[in-house]
T-cell receptor, first 115, second 115 residues
Framework: IAGITQAPTSQILAAGRRMTLRCTQD?????MYWYRQDLGLGLRLIHY???????GKGEVPDGYSVSRANTDDFPLTLASAVPSQTSVYFC??????????????FGEGSRLTVL | KNQVEQSPQSLIILEGKNCTLQ??????????LRWYKQDTGRGPVSLTI?????NTKSNGRYTATLDADTKQSSLHITASQLSDSASYIC??????????????FGRGTQLTVWP
């Protein structure tokens, strides 16, 4: 059972470069999310999607974009990476929509370092 | 301001001992509260969910309590094992209006179990 698959596992990136973090789920969940986790700050929501074709902004959306072309995939793009985007990024999904506040199923994370 | 505060920030205990982690929240209105376990280098995994009407819920050696009046929850771990070493994250879901479905994350308690 794969659940949520994220790629890459880790990446070192030069500032100014474009980067896409990939996320795929095989649970047919409606909602998908991107979080960043920084030491001492906990998890913060970047963007979410309740269903294919719709997306919404979370707490810290600036510098990031997402798309939801189908149920399974939810890529996160950094158009021009900056050092402050160095973090561990987690993709998650939930059976219900964002407004349900249900259980989140997380991927294993993508560690991104921007130099 | 809706917040979730966890204590202690970190905790070291000996294998076989019990411990209790605390979570205080100000989120209102409240929908539910979940405890997640996050092993080092992995994504968080849900341990238990508490709704408004529930006071106590067990999941093996983990027992969560909720006092909705004082807005406090605890996670009690019995007979700790080395595999309990992890970060434990308290997550509160908002109940309605502008907080509906929004998840408020605590910063976690880092538990280390020593042999």
């Amino acid at each position: 059972i794969a659940g949520i698959t994220q790629a890459p596992t880790s990446q070192i990136l030069a500032a100014g470069r474009r980067m896409t973090l990939r996320c795929t789920q095989d649970m047919r969940h409606n909602a998908m999310y991107w979080y960043r986790q920084d030491l001492g700050l906990g998890l913060r929501l970047i963007h979410y999607s309740n269903t294919a074709g719709t997306t919404g902004k979370g707490e810290v959306p600036d510098g990031y974009s997402v798309s939801r072309a189908n149920t399974d995939d939810f890529p996160l793009t950094l158009a021009s990476a900056v050092p402050s985007q160095t973090s561990v990024y987690f993709c998650a999904s939930s059976p219900g929509t964002y407004s349900v506040g249900g259980e989140l199923f997380f991927g294993e994370g993508s560690r991104l370092t921007v130099l | 301001k809706n917040q979730v505060e966890q204590s202690p920030q970190s905790l070291i205990i000996l294998e076989g001992k019990n411990c209790t982690l605390q979570c205080n929240y100000t989120v209102s209105p409240f929908s539910n509260l979940r405890w997640y376990k996050q092993d080092t280098g992995r994504g968080p995994v849900s341990l238990t969910i508490m709704t408004f009407s529930e006071n106590t819920k067990s999941n093996g050696r983990y027992t969560a309590t909720l006092d909705a009046d004082t807005k406090q929850s605890s996670l009690h771990i019995t007979a700790s094992q080395l595999s309990d070493s992890a970060s434990y994250i308290c997550v509160v879901a908002g109940g309605r209006g502008s907080t509906l479905g929004r998840l408020y994350f605590g910063r976690g308690t880092q538990l280390t179990v020593w042999p």
